[in-house]
């Protein structure tokens, strides 16, 4: 029996325990449980869609009192206002038909305001470093991973110490760049669940709006404008022994070569289409981008001079 056959009553049952059933499982699954716990709410975006606000509230109460059970206070929190409030938004922007543009650039702000929002309750609420459970888990990971090699025989006290050294400069990075891994977490729960909800509808019969072909990706200048301010900012915060301009000029140089290496691959497309070439030797180009720095470095300063000057309108007044 297909969900197309199923009554109104049935399908909202259906939604919500998917939905629990997710986040059951994404404590526990290795890597599938981080997707999981980024998009466990698609179904709950469905069920706003169809049925309305209310019947979401049960999925969420029930996968709230799962996860403080499991993962504490602030890994519920953390995990609830990720995606919680990105799931009520896109059952809204839903149901008044917005574009998939829009939804999705919403998404990403919704997102990132949750992110900040249960930061910002860790700190006042709970008096802790809105850090320390995911530094706690970067360190107990490592120490896990430490102790299993250990205990065969294969890690001498000097090589215990090297690990322990490792740690320290790991928890270290992960500190400096946490802007950043909280900006990709956001956006991997926005698209994840865009698509998990689009793969949800196509189920039932109904379709999702759809983004524009990658080719035709583009991003604002205002990327462009980032990746210089934090040039400078690198130079004046090492120089000038100023730690919180260094870092988030780190943060802002690291972000703004990931937007532009998204769009310069776009670009590249765009210029694949344009020549006609196949998809077997496309895939081939990027492979030899990945696996090489300088052709990585290219693309993305390629993609972020692209904001600025559209290569892609200059390839059609050319045609």
Do not use: C
Not at 96 to 110: F, H, N, P, S, Y
Not at 230 to 247: A, D, F, K, N
Not at 278 to 290: H, I, K, T
């Amino acid at each position: 029996m297909t969900m197309r056959q199923i009554s109104p009553g049935q399908e909202r049952w259906a939604l919500l325990i998917m939905a629990f059933l997710f986040a059951l499982a994404a404590p526990f699954l290795p890597v599938l449980g981080v997707v999981l716990l980024l998009a466990w709410t698609a179904p709950l975006v469905v069920l706003i869609l169809r049925h309305g606000y209310g019947y979401a509230l049960p999925g969420v109460l029930a996968a709230g009192g799962f996860y403080y059970a499991v993962l504490g206070a602030a890994g519920a929190l953390h995990t609830l206002f990720l995606v919680v409030p990105l799931a009520f938004f896109l059952g809204f922007g839903l149901r008044r038909q917005w574009t998939a543009v829009r939804l999705v650039k919403g998404g990403l702000a919704v997102s990132l305001l949750g992110t900040i929002v249960s930061l910002s309750l860790l700190a006042l609420i709970f008096g802790i470093d809105p850090l320390a459970p995911f530094l706690d888990a970067v360190r107990e990971s490592y120490q896990s991973f430490g102790s299993a090699v250990q205990s065969e025989g294969n890690l001498s006290p000097a090589k215990a110490q090297a690990v322990e050294k490792q740690i320290a400069s790991l928890i270290e990075m992960v500190s400096l760049l946490a802007p950043t891994i909280f900006i990709v977490e956001a956006v991997l729960a926005v698209l994840l669940n865009f698509f998990a909800v689009g793969l949800l509808l196509s189920r039932i019969g109904e379709r999702m709006p759809a983004l524009p072909p990658f080719r035709e990706w583009r991003f604002s200048v205002y990327f462009l404008f980032l990746f210089g301010f934090s040039l400078v900012g690198l130079y004046w915060g090492g120089t000038r022994h100023i730690e919180l301009l260094y870092e988030a000029s780190l943060n802002g140089d690291i972000i703004a070569t990931f937007a532009g290496l998204i769009q310069g691959f776009s670009l590249l497309w765009y210029v694949a289409d344009h020549w006609r070439v196949g998809r077997f030797w496309r895939w081939v180009l990027v492979a030899f981008a990945v696996l090489s720095a300088f052709m990585m470095q290219l693309i993305a300063f390629t993609g972020l001079f692209d904001m600025y000057f559209d290569y892609r309108r200059r390839f059609s007044r050319r045609r």
